[in-house]
């Protein structure tokens, strides 16, 4: 089903910059506005206490400190104020009052209101309609040591931080558009446009690897050489790196299929040949016996070149049987198994008898006969196999006592045909029991090589024992 281009282009990054920018913006916006309507609240009743006091004062300078009920009305009226007293040191003094009593139902002392006490008068005012009579108590700012008291209708109060909270908002929307319009913009071409751009040519790469086009790095940011554009590079690079692999295993698909079939039909011919070799062995001619013999080994070596070709060829891991055993058997048996080829050659298991492990018996036989066979024609005389448990993984060491790997076979070790360490090999023994291993789930690499000798470690996963059926004892094959 396709999807629905509204909803992805709210979900889009850049609809997402804008609205967190938006958001962002109005939360400073309202971080601000709170305390400033607070102080616009508090500025604005210290001035109605400073109108107030020189309303006293022209009452003080009237002469005996008495005006006529109009001049006072007009007063008042002035101020906003219904009611004036100063208190000074020496007692409480009525400076205007109406004729009437009028009794405040709130009272505020602005000499002890701190500014978050200011805030939240400010708010609750904000939402209020009521007109309410209400004590305002602040100090004198023209007299020392005078303190104003005054009653006023809250009205006006209200007008005032009303309009200010609406001035405010309207600013704040205008600023948190204009900010997220111009980040909008700016993320759109410093980083959204650069994003699809690598986005698309992954896309296009993805769909048609071997005839995509890498991306155009220099293409991608506005700024140059930014973060943007060096991923650009390292995506264009891993691109033509990716295309030639894929150009060249489809060759070496194609010639592993070509080799797979040769070496097919050439066991026949072996098969046939050594059939030949075998009687040229029963011949009475010495020489003739001698060459039959030379043929038969040729023959031997070449069939075994061609089986670890189709070993290779084989497409996917191999099945793996997992059966759970004891690892110093396994080790008898390859000892048992190399004796007749590997004259003078000694095989030392430094094995724990209750070390089992977990895996193919049969695959694990021919990792372990290519490496101890590789070090026997390396030119090792003995060959140590130590073992220990790490964290549920099996850690297995094989150490020999030969001269050591030269640079360049250590640089091809694990590649078939090209990490052979004696003339006419293929190297495909070391490929082959890597792979064997990684099919178990473990690896091999290669520990430490030197005039010492070298050693492979090899790794292969620990399972509970109830998780592989048991393996039956195999006695002859105990060291």
Request: aromatic fraction near 6%; hydrophobic fraction near 45%.
């Amino acid at each position: 089903m396709a999807a629905n281009p509204v909803r992805a282009s709210y979900r889009s990054l850049s609809s997402r910059l804008l609205w967190l920018t938006l958001a962002i913006v109005l939360l400073t916006e309202g971080l601000i506005f709170f305390p400033s309507l607070g102080h616009e609240r508090r500025v604005w009743l210290q001035r109605h206490v400073r109108e107030a006091n020189i309303a006293a004062l022209a009452v003080a300078g009237a002469p005996h400190g008495l005006l006529d009920p109009a001049t006072r009305d007009d007063l008042l009226r002035l101020s906003g104020d219904e009611l004036i007293r100063l208190h000074r040191a020496s007692g409480v003094e009525l400076v205007l009052a109406p004729p009437e009593e009028i009794t405040p139902v709130a009272r505020y002392d602005l000499r002890h209101e701190t500014q978050l006490a200011s805030v939240g008068y400010a708010l609750v005012d904000l939402f209020r309609s009521q007109d309410r009579p209400i004590t305002i108590i602040g100090n004198s700012p023209l007299r020392p040591k005078t303190v104003v008291e005054l009653i006023m209708h809250e009205r006006e109060l209200l007008d005032v931080l009303h309009d200010y909270a609406w001035s405010i908002a309207g600013l704040s929307l205008i600023i948190a558009a204009v900010t997220g319009a111009l980040v909008y913009f700016a993320m759109l071409a410093l980083l959204v446009r650069p994003i699809r751009r690598i986005t698309g040519s992954i896309v296009a790469f993805r769909a048609d690897p071997e005839r995509g086009v890498p991306i155009d790095a220099e293409a991608v940011s506005l700024l140059g050489d930014d973060e943007m554009a060096e991923a650009a590079r390292e995506l264009a690079d891993m691109q033509r790196e990716l295309r030639a692999a894929l150009w060249r295993n489809a060759r070496l698909a194609a010639l592993g299929t070509a080799v797979a079939t040769v070496s097919h039909d050439l066991r026949g011919i072996l098969a046939s040949a050594m059939l030949a070799a075998d009687d040229l062995t029963q011949n009475l001619d010495g020489r003739v016996r001698r060459s039959g013999e030379m043929v038969v080994r040729a023959i031997e070596r070449a069939t075994e070149m061609v089986r670890r070709t189709l070993d290779f060829a084989r497409e996917g891991p191999p099945p793996v049987t997992r059966t759970r055993f004891p690892l110093r058997w396994l080790i008898g048996e390859v000892r048992e198994a190399m004796l007749p080829e590997a004259a003078g050659f000694s095989i030392a298991p430094c094995l724990d008898d209750d070390l089992l492990i977990t895996g193919d018996r049969d695959l694990l036989f021919r990792v372990f006969v290519n490496l101890l066979r590789n070090a026997a024609e390396a030119g090792a005389g003995r060959v140590t196999v130590k073992a220990k448990m790490v964290a549920g993984v099996v850690e297995i060491l094989i150490e020999d006592n030969g001269p050591g790997l030269p640079e360049p076979v250590r640089q091809n070790l694990f590649r078939p045909f090209v990490g052979s360490y004696r003339r006419g090999g293929t190297g495909l023994g070391l490929a082959i029991a890597r792979d064997l291993m990684r099919a178990h789930g473990g690896d091999l690499e290669l520990a430490e090589t030197g005039p010492n000798g070298t050693i492979f470690r090899l790794t292969l996963p620990s399972q509970p024992e109830e998780s592989t059926p048991p393996v039956a004892a195999r006695q002859s094959a105990t060291p």
